[in-house]
């Protein structure tokens, strides 16, 4: 299951970390996966794009983990965005995706 904890504190979103592996179907099929993977690189790559210095992104086998530098209007709307799409997902695929939100930092 993919794990989706977004960290925030007095409403902006701090942190948000991508842990896991969906398990819907095999390594190169999973549409579940792909689609997390689609969201979040999009998203990413679109705020680095307008502010290349406001991300922290650390990245490994089955774990991205973003680290929000500013605190930027434009910045929040993106990361709203993606966690909502990320939300819809969840309901569709409950047994493979989970969104966990939590007060403060990981």
């Given amino acids: 299951m993919i794990r989706v904890e977004v960290y925030e504190n007095d409403a902006n979103i701090l942190k948000v970390a991508v842990l896991g592996h969906a398990r819907y179907a095999d390594f190169g099929k ?4 792909a689609s997390v993977s689609t969201c979040v690189i999009t998203t990413v790559n679109g ?3 307008i502010y290349p210095d406001s991300l922290e992104v650390e990245e490994a086998s089955g774990k991205l983990i973003i680290t929000f530098l500013e605190k930027k209007e434009i910045i929040q709307k993106l990361t709203c965005n993606m ?5 819809q997902l969840s309901e569709y695929y409950p047994k ?3 969104i966990i939100r939590k007060e403060g930092i990981l």
Avoid at 30 to 33: A, G, T, Y
Avoid at 83 to 87: A, D, F, K, V
């Fill in 30 to 33: 999973d549409i579940v996966c």
């Fill in 47 to 49: 705020i680095l794009e």
């Fill in 83 to 87: 966690i909502e799409l990320l939300t």
């Fill in 96 to 98: 493979n995706i989970k």
